[in-house]
Each structure stands twice: as C-alpha cells, then as structure tokens.
C-alpha cells in the first residue's frame, strides 16, 4: 500500500478526532443514575469542627474527669499499651507549655500551667499528614474530616513526621492484645503496621450521633466540648466562638487547625 | 551413537525428573474434598426468602469485588448504604451486615479460603474487622 504524507496525515487526523469523541461518550455514558449511599439521619456539615471551653471542663467536671477520653478509647478499640514510647491515644491530656508552645509568656498564673488541656487530632484545613501520605491512605473528606484508610496505609509514618500536633500514633505491636476496655464489637480495631488517629467518630456522624467524647461531656452536666459545623454561622460552635475569645494550636503554621478553645477570664491564683 | 558417561547421565535425568514432578506424583488420588461453605446460621434459617446482596452465582464470583467497592464508598466517601437490585436496603459493611447472617467465619469464609490455598491470614481482613463469635 502506497502512502503518501497526506494520506497519512488524513488518517492521523480522524484518529484523533476519534479520540477526542471518546471523552464526550464517556462522560454522557456516565451521567446515568447515582445511588444515595448516606443514610437519611446522617449528620453532615460543610466542616466539621470543635470548640472546648477549658474553664468549664475543670470546674464543672468532677475532679480528675477523663470521661471523654474513656469513652472514646472504649468506643474505638484503642488499645493501652502502658508504654510512652509506643502508647496510642486519639484524645489525650497535656500541659498549656506544651500545647501551646507559641503562646506561651512565661507569666501565666501557674496554676492555669499545671492545668490539663485536652488534646486530639484538629482536623486541620490543611493537613500536613494528608499531603505527605504517599499512599494517599489519609486524606481529607469533603466535610474535613482528616480520615486514615487502614487498608492502604503502609505504615511508613510520613504523616506523623508531617503532623505538628503528634495527633498520631503508630502501631508498633499487635494492638488486639492490648485492649484493656471491653471490644466494641461494632468497630474494627488496628493491626500491626498502621498509623491511627482520632477520626471526629466519622462512624456515628453517619448514624446519627455526636462524637463519643461529646457526648460522655454531656453526660458529665459538663458541656465544655461543643461539635459543629464551622462553616455554618447557626450552628452552636460557631456562636460560641462568636461570643467567647479562643485560641488554637501552632495557628502559626497555617494548618488552620479546626479545635477551638476557649480561655475565658478566671482567677487561677 | 554412544554418549559419553552415558548411565551417569540417564540415571541423573531420571532422578530429576522424578524430583521436579514430585508434586505431582506424590498428591495422585489425594484430591482434598470439595469445600463446603455452611449457610446454616439461625440469621439465615430464619430468612424467608434466602437471598443474599447479589444472586448466589454473582456473590460466588463477585464477592470480593463488591467488597471492595463497599470498602471505597464507605471509607473513602462516607456512604453507608447499598441499595440492591430488589430494592432492598443493606448496610455497607463487612463485619456489622456480612457477618450478621454469615455468623459462622471458620465454616463459610475459611472453607473456601483455605481450600484455594488461601493461609489463614490472607485476605487480611480479620487482623482489623472482628469476627463473630462461634460456639464450637
């Protein structure tokens, strides 16, 4: 068969075009049904944030109250390992100096110093874990939750070099043995190898229900952790971050951290 | 023709011969018994009509693919229910939907499983996702 620089040229071009028409059948083709997947009770938001009022955590709880960290740890199977190297915690307690290192005068009443804070992943706006995940295993859902796929995390802990919070633990030993609450038999737990943080009890939004350590607050007749939409200028955390002043952690770094808490005016002394 | 050092050569090639089919040879007759996955659990007797998310002949071939597709909706894109071809409502999830009726792991997935040659630990679902209790 003879070929000529235009015939071949002709044929290019057809088969180009071809190619070109392919993306228009493929989008047309697609355009068919899509299936509602979320439930009907679901709570949704357009970001999903927290507000904790520290004041009302350590006057209105009963002394020592760790009730919201029980509740969560119980919920989501998280084991104890009794070892600060290779402990796991998704909501856990630490020192205003260490919170807050940015803002931190020295001069604080030392009180207010010694007090514990309660820390838990912030869900941030731009997440560090997120863009560094090769995997893509943790990423940041529509509605801002920083969520981990278990199945394709390797284990490489980028995500906890990344995180400015240590919001993230790692798995060094089977956690299974070390679940000291009863199994929540509704929940998976973790394996050896992966990475875990708190996941804003992605779980319960979708059926319906605030996050555990929410609700064990409000159990507790304390009411000093408030969930919501941040977005939304209605919704209760955002009043109340509209009437209070509050402060977040290393807001410095841009990660715009989506805990809020609130310092209200007290004598510490 | 000769060949040279020719019984040296010949009994080698026998003796590898009969080592590289050893597989074969030594399993003859010694096929393992066909699996059967039990679908006996009282969530199934009580069923009145015994259908599952998909028909049995797509649930056979198809399971692991409709995992994975609940896997990505659930994980990956927050949706919980699956809505099947009769309509009927299931929620997306291995260890809370799957097993509810499916209560006996040992009997129905590690029949099969174990019968490819599967090792226990693979698919890997069961180092997270916690498997129901059995009574025997």
Known sequence: MEASRRKFLRIGGACALGLGALGISDALAGSSEERETKRAEALSAARWGMAIDMKKCWENGKPGCIECILACHACHNVPDIGNRKEEIKWLWTEKYENAFPGQLSGLEPPAFRERPFLVLCNHCANAPCARVCPTRATFKRADGITMIDYHRCIGCRYCMAACPYGARSFNFKEPREHIKTELNRAFPTRERGVVENCNFCEERLGAGKVPACVEACEKQNCGAMVFGDLEDPGSKVRKLLAAHFSIRRKPELGTEPGVYYIIQGAHYA | ?136
Not at chain 2, 10 to 28: D, E, H, M, Y
Not at chain 2, 84 to 103: F, P, V
């Open chain 2, 1 to 136: 023709m000769k060949i040279y050092d020719g019984k040296f050569i010949i009994a080698g090639l026998v003796a590898f011969i009969g080592l590289a089919t050893f597989p074969i040879w030594s399993n003859i007759g010694k096929a393992s018994p066909l699996p059967e996955p039990k679908l006996d659990t009282p969530a199934i007797q009580q069923m009145e009509q015994k259908q599952c998310v998909l028909t049995r002949d797509e649930m056979r071939t198809g399971h692991m693919r409709l995992l994975d597709e609940w896997r990505i909706e659930v994980v990956r894109n927050g949706g919980r229910i699956y809505t099947a071809t009769d309509g009927k409502i299931y929620e997306m999830s291995l260890q809370n939907e799957c097993m509810r009726c499916h209560s006996n792991k040992t009997r129905f997935c590690d029949a099969c499983h174990s019968y490819v040659g599967l090792p226990n630990s693979t698919p890997y679902c069961w180092t997270c996702h916690i498997a129901p209790r059995e009574k025997d």
